[in-house]
């Protein structure tokens, strides 16, 4: 089963508009981390926020944390035609091995 | 290049087959991680081996097994193929002492026919 879910599912924006995506999850984690996957390629990690985080940037990417909500959100400003992939929220949870991923979210960059 | 191995890219057979997936983790790390991928059940985490040994279980089948080699590639062996079973297989590795950061191999994709 499916640890995060992403929102929305799909996405549209025009070249230079930011882009923002949510990620719920339902255990105790240790850290959250967001991966890009261009079509039908591996996965490339871009992010991680361990739970005592609230906030962490790199580059054009800002990621929040909420984990009384269960919540995470990634936001790309600025985003460009190669911005245009899935990305995915992932997660380990406390004492445990596995990286669960979410569904995705579909992110289309009209240029 | 994300320094995981994967093969073979394409893998075409038909139900009832079994097949062989192979992954060398980057140069250095101990743990391998396999993932499916499809459409209707996203990205599902089947099993991680670390150093050799089985470490953590996911929603893999009982058709499907796994190992860790001494040289650490690992092979995900899949049996009795269903037509479901076409999907995208990952393998990912992670630094040795960290398990945070995942760096995937291009995948093998499978369809059975």
């Known amino acids: 089963s499916q640890q995060g879910e992403e929102d929305p599912q799909a996405l549209s924006i025009q070249e230079g508009e930011n882009a923002t995506m949510n990620c719920s999850y339902k255990t105790s984690i240790n850290n959250l981390q967001w991966y890009r996957q261009n079509s039908g390629r591996g996965l490339v990690h871009l992010i991680l926020?361990?739970?005592?985080?609230r906030e962490k940037h790199s580059g054009r990417l800002r990621v929040t944390l909420d984990t009384s909500k269960k919540s995470s959100s990634l936001l790309i400003t600025a985003s460009r035609a190669a911005d245009t992939a899935s990305y995915f929220c992932?997660?380990?949870?406390?004492?445990?091995?596995?990286?669960?991923f979410g569904a995705g979210t579909r992110l289309f960059v009209k240029a | 290049d994300s320094g995981v191995t994967q093969t073979p890219k394409h893998l075409i057979t038909a139900t009832g087959q079994r097949v062989t997936l192979r992954c060398s983790p980057r140069?250095?790390?101990?743990?391998v991680y396999w993932y499916q991928q499809s459409l209707d059940q996203g990205l599902q985490f089947l099993i991680q081996y670390y150093n050799g040994e089985e470490r953590a279980k996911g929603n893999i089948l009982e058709r499907f097994s796994a190992q860790q080699f001494p040289d650490l590639h690992s092979e995900l062996n899949l049996s009795s193929l269903e037509l479901g079973d076409s999907a995208l297989y990952f393998c990912a590795s992670s630094p040795r002492g960290t398990h945070e950061k995942l760096f995937f191999g291009s995948g093998t994709q499978l369809s059975v026919l």
């Open positions: 140069s250095g790390d101990l743990s």
């Open positions: 926020i361990r739970s005592n985080e």
């Open positions: 992932a997660t380990r949870d406390t004492g445990g091995f596995k990286t669960i």
